[in-house]
């Protein structure tokens, strides 16, 4: 079946590749009202059954967020935990699941870092400057987007060059030794559209460790962190039906950060007394071809991604790591009917990590995937709906297939939407969980792991009324073959572990002026360990967020926030402690800038307004309250 479906795939590329697919790819951002993760392909945001959440350039801009972490810490549904400040290691855990079952999609080429140990997404090192938007879907998501995706997909959509050539350039200075910058052109010429940006995100003295975890007499090493970011954004139009694109991006990034240091007599745990050095290269492209032809529509793409990473510890010396991905896919898409769309796919990905170890894992995979819409189903009524499947063959453990359903009822007459959406998902074993042997600590590789798996559902109504519109999801999530260290010998990993996942997200959004958007979020998440009937950690219970966006003058814009994250249970700082309750805590943020002239404004920050002092995780500091001042030019 899936040599087949390979086999027409590629016969039809050599015809056609697609425009709607490269909206997907990142190459095409869609409208406010679109979003094409959730489907693959352009969707109203209307007929969209998953939960999902989109972040725009203008979103991001409003409150100067410089960094990925910071652009997502409030999106409903995920927990954002950061190992400090700038720079630090962060991660997410989606609707209550691992921090490794999140899929992180840049321009359409999954990101993730092969040489992981356990292929969780790094967040901290990227640069929020040349993002367009953020689509974060909620909920098993493999049945169109194969391993990793049992808690969502976080697609990363770049922006585009289109019109005369522009040029912009922002810097900004401020607490914690910040020192940031950004220059980009941009513009198109003919059928030639391009986009190129040069980023630097500069925090060089960010207090993290805990004073009272410091032996006595220790001094404190603050954080550091400098990153240089390059991108580009190319096309061309070869006809009006067939075009080519090509996105990439290169990061260099220098962290220095405390860890920990063990006394060989008492096995007690401390920060270490000197830093680590920390320096990751990673790159990510990927280029695209498609053509429109006749009924036909059709994409082809060639991804690349790398990293290389050296940790030089003060007492192990340096601890490289290096891991790439390569991916060739093909999707299209056919109008089978009024109101009917059948999109079907295929990829081939290799995962290798080179350094410490050398080990490769090939996938070839074929979804397919039938959006229908019937409006006016009956009167006042519509109803849409989307079913997919995806066969993924391993070349370790085998082959998975996966499914997803999505239902839509739109009540016109009384602006209600009832949605409910159920899919299966599954995480494929790391690298290193398979291959990669720690004989100095006496754990070992188990070749033999299978893969994580989910079954999940959400349902959900969303409602209009006097001008405000307000909705709520509950969802539920059954986590199997969780990959857990082995409890009666200690030295490998084995599928022991399961989890059960649910909670409720609720929003409410209004504009009482022209000049004035308002909108609250809130997150209720239970997250248990099935197997030690025990709360998993870094998944707290309650989280709130509040945004308020006004246009106070036509030359003035103001951006308030408020952040509420309830208590969770956290491991202590080296988990010698794996079950301690940690304290909820509550920060705001506000931003404003003002316009001197059509094309130079000058903007400021306040981040943790009300300095309140927190660790999330425990044993990580995060930043007191920092002052930001800034200067943005159009020429």
Not at 130 to 146: M, N
Not at 182 to 210: C, I, K, M, N, Q
């Amino acid at each position: 079946m899936l040599k087949s479906l390979f086999l027409s795939s590629a016969a039809l590329a050599t015809l056609t590749l697609s425009a709607s697919a490269q909206s997907q790819a990142g190459f095409f951002v869609p409208p406010e009202n679109v979003v094409v993760t959730a489907a693959r392909i352009a969707t109203p945001i209307d007929q969209v059954a998953s939960s999902i959440t989109v972040i725009d350039a203008a979103d991001i801009d409003a409150r100067q967020q410089r960094s990925l972490p910071d652009v997502l810490r409030d999106v409903p549904g995920l927990n954002l935990v950061q190992a400090g400040g700038e720079g630090g290691q962060a991660s997410i855990f989606m609707r209550g699941s691992n921090s490794n079952h999140t899929k992180v999609l840049v321009d359409g080429m999954e990101d993730s870092d092969p040489s992981k140990p356990n292929g969780a997404y790094d967040f901290g090192k990227f640069n929020s400057t040349d993002i367009a938007r953020i689509e974060v879907l909620r909920g098993p998501q493999s049945g169109l987007y194969g391993s990793d995706a049992i808690g969502g997909v976080v697609n990363i959509i770049t922006k585009s060059g289109n019109g005369p050539l522009a040029v912009s350039a922002t810097a900004e200075g401020g607490s914690f030794d910040t020192f940031n910058q950004s220059a980009t052109v941009s513009g198109s010429e003919d059928a030639f559209h391009y986009r190129a940006s040069l980023a630097h995100l500069h925090a060089g003295a960010t207090p993290v460790t805990p004073l009272d975890l410091l032996p006595p007499g220790q001094k404190r090493n603050d954080d550091f962190f400098d990153n240089v970011t390059a991108s580009t954004k190319l096309g061309y139009d070869l006809t009006g039906n067939f075009d080519l694109g090509f996105a990439g991006r290169y990061s260099n990034s220098l962290s220095k950060v405390t860890g920990d240091a063990f006394d060989p007599a008492t096995f007690a745990s401390f920060p270490s007394p000197l830093q680590t050095r920390i320096d990751t290269q990673s790159y990510n492209a990927r280029a695209t071809a498609h053509l429109v032809l006749r009924s036909i529509d059709q994409t082809i793409g060639f991804g690349y991604s790398s990293t290389v990473t050296s940790d030089i510890d003060p007492d192990n010396g340096s601890i490289p790591s290096s891991g790439d991905r390569i991916k060739l896919d093909w999707q299209g898409q056919i109008a089978i009917a009024d109101g009917q769309t059948l999109v079907l796919g295929s990829e081939t990905t290799r995962d290798a990590v080179h350094v410490p170890l050398s080990a490769g894992i090939t996938t070839n995979a074929g979804y397919g995937e039938l959006q229908s819409s019937f409006p006016g189903l009956i009167d006042g009524v519509d109803f849409h709906n989307s079913i997919s499947v995806r066969y993924d063959s391993n070349s370790r453990f085998g082959d998975r297939t996966t499914w997803h359903v999505a239902p839509v009822l739109a009540i016109t007459g009384t602006d209600t939407r009832l949605h409910v959406s159920y899919g299966t998902g599954f995480k494929a074993p790391s690298l290193v969980q398979l291959f990669e042997d720690f004989p100095a600590f006496f754990f070992f590789a188990n070749p033999n792991l299978k893969p994580e798996t989910s079954q999940g559902y959400d349902v959900g109504l969303d409602q209009t009324l006097l001008g405000v519109t307000g909705g709520v999801t509950w969802f539920h999530n059954d986590i199997r073959n969780l990959i857990a260290t082995d409890p009666v010998t200690f030295s490998t990993n084995i599928n022991i572990g399961r989890a059960r996942t649910q909670g409720l997200e609720a929003y409410l959004a209004w504009q009482p002026l022209d000049a004035l958007k308002l909108r609250a979020d809130y997150t209720y998440t239970e997250a248990q360990d099935v197997i030690r009937h025990q709360e998993l950690v870094r998944r707290p219970k309650t989280k709130i967020s509040v945004d308020a966006r006004w246009q106070a003058m036509e030359a003035l814009s103001l951006d308030a926030s408020l952040l509420y994250v309830g208590s969770w249970i956290d491991g202590s700082r080296d988990f010698s402690i794996s079950q301690l309750n940690a304290h909820p805590y509550m920060t705001a943020d506000i931003a404003a800038s003002y316009a001197l002239t059509d094309n130079l404004a000058l903007t400021g920050r306040i981040s943790n307004l009300f300095d309140k002092s927190y660790q999330n995780p425990v044993g990580f500091l995060q930043p007191e309250r920092a002052f930001y001042a800034g200067i943005k030019a159009n020429f």
